[in-house]
Nanobody, 124 residues
Framework: QVQLVESGGGLVQAGGSLRLSCAASGRTFSSNGMGWFRQAPGKEREFVAGISWNSVGTHYGDSVKGRFTISRDNGKNTMYLQMNSLKPEDTDVYYC?????????????????WGQGNQVTVSS
């Protein structure tokens, strides 16, 4: 059974940092681009960041550029999202996903596997 399991979310004050992890099991995603998305209640899931299969390419949503950093360790089958300078508007449920292609850009429809979601709450 293929699973993506997120961890590292929680409550933090504005200006603080959190690091999300996404551990894959059941298969390797070393040839796939992977990414992070987020979703607030009643809103569409939006792209946050993506990373290519070999970590050479990264892509970020405009709202997180310069604050968030995506990385991966293929040896551990794990992806990370370092979130710095957090703002209250970053409060969302964060999902990791495995893309169908090898690059860093992906849409919702191009992701075949999803994590269960991890709540991040930033207080003002």
């Amino acid at each position: 059974q293929v699973q993506l399991v997120e961890s590292g979310g929680g409550l933090v004050q504005a200006g603080g940092s959190l690091r999300l992890s996404c551990a894959a099991s059941g298969r390797t995603f070393s040839s796939n681009g992977m990414g992070w998305f987020r979703q607030a209640p009643g809103k569409e899931r939006e792209f946050v960041a993506g990373i290519s299969w070999n970590s050479v390419g990264t892509h970020y949503g405009d709202s997180v550029k310069g604050r968030f950093t995506i990385s991966r360790d293929n040896g551990k089958n794990t992806m990370y999202l370092q979130m710095n300078s957090l703002k209250p508007e970053d409060t969302d449920v964060y999902y990791c996903a495995a893309g169908r292609r090898s690059g860093a850009t992906m849409t919702l429809d191009e992701c075949d596997y999803w994590g269960q979601g991890n709540q991040v709450t930033v207080s003002s």
